[in-house]
């Protein structure tokens, strides 16, 4: 299953598979360590990308505290093709309707952290959930 989001997630966006990194999946719809009990299933994976790309996804503003969230890419018609490509890929993969699958966040800068870390790595990684 995993091998086949990785795939499908690259060719959605264009890009080689190892460029595609799976790096967790929550089953209990939160990003805890451990089971909370949730109905749905979260989890996330990164992507290895250009400053160009990460660049054209938003404005300066939206971009500057290294996290693209939900309202930012519904309002940046890259950010908003990239979200759809990914939850159509992740559909895909899973076998699932896409319209239950949420991004809710980008990080920009490679981590979950909040803010800026200051890492120099230009990797997308995605928040998300499937109910």
């Known amino acids: 299953m995993f091998e086949a989001f990785r795939s499908a997630v690259a060719e959605n966006m264009g890009v ?3 460029m595609v990194q799976l790096t967790g999946v929550h089953t209990d719809g939160d990003s805890e360590i451990g089971c909370g009990g949730g109905t749905s ?3 996330g994976f990164s992507l290895n990308v250009d400053d160009t790309y990460i660049n054209s ?3 300066s503003d939206a971009l500057s505290d290294c996290l693209i969230d939900a309202s930012e890419m519904a309002s940046d018609p890259e950010a908003a093709a990239m979200a759809q490509a990914i939850i159509e890929a992740q559909a895909a993969a899973l076998g699932v ?3 239950t699958i949420s991004i809710t ?3 920009t800068d ?3 952290a909040p ?3 200051g890492t120099g790595r230009r990797v997308l990684t995605f928040e998300g959930s499937h109910s």
């Open 16 to 18: 080689d598979p190892s």
């Open 41 to 43: 299933v979260g989890g």
């Open 57 to 59: 996804l938003g404005t």
């Open 97 to 99: 309707d896409p319209s």
């Open 105 to 107: 966040g980008v990080h």
């Open 110 to 112: 490679g981590d979950p």
């Open 115 to 117: 803010g800026c870390q």
